[in-house]
């Protein structure tokens, strides 16, 4: 059973930067795509940013574009997002999750492309 652990949210003020990293094990075969979701109170889940796996290519949601930069290190079968610049409105609960679906890589935004998922860490961005 493939599992996936986020650690490293936080409380930060604007301007301010964080790193979120996401452990992901249990696993047969390497996933797909690993990609980072926000949910925020009353709002549907946004895919943030997504990696896919075998060649590195990287997708990021235009809001996070330039602030946010999401790398995997594959010794450690860990991905990591890197905040920068963060604004009020990124507060969320971001999520990580596992693609085993082949179309993960033109719809790395969509949640439902995504097998297995993280129990989340918080990131609150006071102004």
């Known amino acids: 059973q493939v599992q996936v652990v986020e650690s490293g949210g936080g409380s930060v003020q604007a301007g301010g930067s964080l790193r979120l990293s996401c452990a992901y094990f249990g696993y047969t075969y390497s996933p797909i795509c690993m990609g980072w979701f926000r949910q925020a109170p009353g709002k549907e889940r946004e895919g943030v940013a997504a990696?896919?796996?075998?060649?590195?290519?990287?997708y990021y949601t235009d809001s996070v574009k330039g602030r946010f930069t999401i790398s995997q290190d594959n010794a450690k079968d860990t991905v990591y997002l890197q905040m920068n610049s963060l604004k009020p409105e990124d507060t969320a609960m971001y999520y990580c999750?596992?693609?085993?679906?082949?179309?993960?890589?033109?719809?790395?935004?969509?949640?439902?492309?995504?097998?297995?998922w993280g129990q989340g860490t918080q990131v609150t961005v006071s102004s």
């Open positions: 990696t896919y796996t075998s060649v590195g290519t990287t």
């Open positions: 999750a596992a693609s085993f679906s082949p179309a993960c890589g033109s719809r790395y935004d969509a949640p439902n492309e995504y097998n297995y």
